[in-house]
């Protein structure tokens, strides 16, 4: 009796480690995959180009995780989660905190512009329009939002807009008086999750990017060029700009100068599955493939993408190069 | 004696489990130098964030005493149609991923929603408020208090209770001098429960409140904003304090099993 007993012990342990045995190869992560780490505002993006990338490519499983940009460098620099491209909503973050231990070089793919949204139920609905939002943002029991500036660029750009506002409208003051109706709380981790506030009712208003505003079908107010931070040109103006964001330690800072919102991608150094990756930026920096799905997404591209120098160009995977031209 | 086979699959199992629950614990807790521990312990936030997360966590626990003692009495005492059905409604929230949990509470207090908007009328407010984030902890962490003080009124005969009662005590002195001192014991190891799941929330609370911060919702704000360096000695601190919630509880039903 017993000796039939332990003999069902020793069949179960076996088939449980058979049973156990095929998902080896999925921890390991070892079969045909395309790690990318994103910024929040590619998301709905991304999740198009998956889908067309997998049909082109069967084998391939694309694994996203979206995040602010600065916390998808963190989960690179001190996680050491493994990832093969990473998509940031500022091409600065790779330059700042990746190139050159993590990565040797920034591909730039796109740009967006800020706008303030809405919907209809939002307090005073019906009267805000270019000229006077920053009244209403400054008046009592208006709820609105913007995400961390210690997070998430969107953050810290939404505060630089205030601040370009004062300029432009010409009105002192502007900034200290819209901010100073904004307590703390209303801060999120990450600008995507205001728009489920402001669906919900529990938000008014909150800075988000256009495309972001456009795939979740939120109202918004289309600002100037001068301050929406979505037009290059008008760099000059965005650099009178200055948020004090968090440093590489707390009570550190670094200070975050205006310019226009430009979104930056890189492959990761030694990265699990570099020819994967390389097929996937392949697709997604094609004018016909992924620069195509961001352009109907209301994000406009920049065809062909751009690398800064000659250097960066010729650093390129040569797969890439012919996708890219060197523009400052 | 020789033991069987058995005894050393069970013994080498428990050593895989305390190995795989330990090891990351002593890793965090060995990561942080003692420097760094001291000077989170002087650090404002962090107190503040650690006080918050106990304060709000005491919140839920005694709402839940309050009104889920009765519920707890009313279901291990009597039988009724739909019972079961209502304590499968009271474990739901174990089973609800965290985040939905605080979408579908901010989506009831948003003034999109008629119980929002009598909220707004009243002045309450439920995203980024402490009330908010008790009314989180209290969703998460009120089906262990129930299911704990349930399961200790259970243990008491209910005979006891009609002696007293048909000595010509009122329900409500039974319940205050029988019941209740043969089942304090299972009721606080239910609300020590209920706070040390309170305090380790996280996923609900973020989305309800990311300020003001608890210290599971610093540990993330320290880590996306400046690494794991400086989010391990706030970790260190709060998983001291569960550890000496549960250590708690395990001295107060080793007590109980003794008493029998």
């Known amino acids: 009796m017993r000796k039939t007993g332990s003999f069902k012990w020793v069949e179960f342990m076996v088939v449980a480690t058979l049973l156990f045995l095929p998902h080896c190869r999925v921890l390991a992560g070892s079969s045909d995959q395309v790690i990318i780490f994103h910024a929040g505002s590619l998301t709905i993006p991304l999740a198009h180009m998956e889908k067309e990338f997998e049909a082109m490519y069967p ?38 905190l990746l190139i050159p231990n993590y990565a040797d070089w920034n591909i730039r793919f796109a740009t967006n512009q800020l706008v303030l949204c809405y919907t209809e139920n939002s307090k005073y609905a019906s009267e805000i329009n270019d000229e006077n939002w920053y009244n209403i943002l400054a008046r009592k029991g208006v709820i609105w939002g913007h995400s961390d500036p210690d997070l998430d660029p969107c953050g810290y750009r939404a505060l630089m807009v205030l601040q370009l506002a004062e300029e432009y409208y010409k009105v002192p003051g502007l900034y200290d008086k819209t901010v100073a109706n904004r307590p703390k709380e209303n801060i999120r981790p990450k600008s995507v999750e205001l728009g ?21 079908e939120l109202k918004y107010i289309l600002l100037p060029d001068e301050i929406n931070l979505g037009n290059y040109q008008f760099d000059e103006f965005y650099d009178q700009a200055v948020v004090r964001v968090a440093g590489k330690e707390p009570d550190t800072f670094m200070e975050m100068r205006g310019s226009s919102v430009t979104y930056g991608v890189t492959m990761i150094k030694n990265s699990p599955n570099t020819k994967e990756a390389e097929a996937f930026l392949q697709y997604m920096l094609d004018p016909q493939g992924g620069l195509k799905v961001l352009k109907e997404m209301g994000q406009p591209p920049f065809v062909p993408c751009r690398v800064p120098t000659e250097a960066a160009k010729s650093s390129l995977p040569e797969s890439l190069q012919n996708l890219v031209v060197i523009k400052d | 004696m020789k033991r069987e086979a058995f005894f050393w699959i069970s013994v080498s199992c428990g050593l895989v489990i305390m190995a795989f629950i330990l090891l990351p614990l002593i890793q965090l807790f060995t990561s942080p130098s003692l420097d760094m521990l001291k ?20 919140m839920a626990a005694l709402i839940s005493f309050v009104f889920g003692t009765p519920l707890a009495y009313l279901l291990a005492r009597s039988d009724f149609r739909g019972k079961r059905l209502v304590e499968a409604v009271i474990d739901l929230p174990i089973a609800i991923p965290h985040p939905v949990v605080g979408i579908a509470i901010l989506s009831v207090a948003g003034k999109n929603y008629w119980f929002g908007q009598i909220l707004t009328e009243l002045g309450v407010r439920i995203m980024g408020s402490v009330t908010g984030i008790v009314t989180v902890l209290t969703f998460v962490g009120i089906p262990f208090y129930l299911n704990a003080t349930k399961a200790g009124f259970e243990a008491i005969s209910p005979r006891l209770e009609k002696v007293s009662r048909s000595l010509g005590a009122s329900m409500f002195s039974t319940f205050a001098r029988i019941t209740f001192p043969l089942a304090w014991r299972s009721m606080l190891i239910g609300i020590i429960m209920c706070c040390a799941r309170a305090i380790s929330e996280f996923g609900a609370v973020v989305i309800v409140a990311y300020h003001p911060m608890v210290a599971s919702v610093l540990i993330y704000e320290r880590f996306e904003a400046y690494g794991l360096k400086y989010s391990q000695p706030v970790a260190v601190w709060l998983v001291s304090i569960s550890l000496i919630l549960f250590f708690l509880l395990r001295i107060l039903t080793l007590h109980k099993v003794e008493e029998k």
């Open chain 2, 39 to 58: 000077e989170s312990l002087s650090d404002k936030d962090v107190m503040r964030s650690i006080w918050l997360s106990i304060y709000t966590a005491g």
């Open chain 1, 59 to 96: 084998g391939v499983d694309v694994l996203r995780e979206a995040s602010g940009s600065q916390k998808c460098a963190r989960k690179i620099i001190d996680l050491k989660k493994p990832c093969d491209i990473m998509a940031s909503a500022d091409y600065k973050v790779i330059d700042k």
């Open chain 1, 196 to 216: 489920s506030l402001l669906q919900t009712g529990n938000m008014d208003y909150a800075w988000e990017y256009l495309s972001v505003a456009v795939q979740h």
